[in-house]
């Protein structure tokens, strides 16, 4: 089975309505929310990873075409092929792919989406390149674009390469959206696995400020006598 419809088909055959009504709250679906209007077929993440295994001969072309599905899980399908492919691609591979995740950008809207391939994918096209993409992306009005923006940056994180990371929270940490406070806050308690003193240097700075989210997921990992002295802005 290496057609896009066919995929699509068996993608439906697994679905789970039981799953699905569940996954229509946990990623906000309703009005004013910020998954509003997108469709769940009810696939769990380990289920789809092994469809792309079985599915790795899928041409690229088509695995994008997929990206433009309405449904949520047909796109995170396309996404971990995108992933699959990149880590196994020659670096022409790599780079039309990067090229195709960046013009798809409206199609990669909510944080399961960005959270499984912007490292992955962006972070790791960009991780000896120039980085000026993501800091026009943290620029945008776009949530999922600043998302991107910094979920980019793990990878580099990965690499102990923390520069762009912090400067990124530093444009970001006082956006108004929570689950930039969380990206943020997540990518900062990463750095601080490789480098708690680079970590506490960015936090003594701002830690009076910032969001109370992003502040908690930055020193969740840290003694509760810090931490509460975090929180109690007593450091």
């Not at 996404?79 to 995740?101: A, C």
């Not at 960009?126 to 600043?146: G, H």
């Not at 997921?217 to 931490?227: D, H, M, S, T, W």
Request: proline share 3%; hydrophobic share 40%; charged share 30%.
């Amino acid at each position: 089975m290496n057609d896009m419809n066919q995929i699509v088909r068996r993608l439906k055959h697994l679905a789970s309505p039981e799953i699905a009504t569940h996954s229509q709250r946990y990623f906000k679906t309703g009005n004013g929310e910020y998954g509003e209007g997108d469709q769940f077929l009810g696939i769990r993440v380990p289920v789809l990873r092994t469809e792309v295994k079985k599915q790795r001969d899928l041409r690229l072309d088509q695995t994008v075409k997929l990206l433009s599905s309405k449904l949520h899980e047909v796109r995170l399908f396309a996404l971990l092929m995108m992933v699959e492919k990149f880590e196994r691609g020659n670096e022409k591979l790599k780079g039309n792919i990067y090229q195709h995740y960046m013009n798809n950008l409206p199609n990669i809207n909510n944080w399961d989406l960005i959270d499984l391939s912007a490292p992955k994918i962006v972070g790791a096209w960009l991780a000896d390149k120039d980085k000026s993409v993501l800091y026009k992306l943290a620029k945008s009005d776009d949530l999922w674009q600043r998302r991107i923006a910094v979920l980019a940056t793990f990878k580099l994180i990965k690499n102990n390469d923390f520069q762009d990371a912090l400067a990124i929270a530093e444009r970001l940490v006082n956006d108004k959206h929570d689950l930039i406070h969380k990206a943020v806050g997540w990518m900062l308690r990463e750095i601080g696995k490789r480098d708690l003193q680079c970590e506490e240097q960015f936090l003594n700075k701002h830690y009076i400020t910032m969001p109370r989210t992003m502040l908690r997921y930055a020193i969740e990992r840290f003694p509760e006598k810090k931490r509460k002295a975090y929180l109690n802005g007593s450091i």
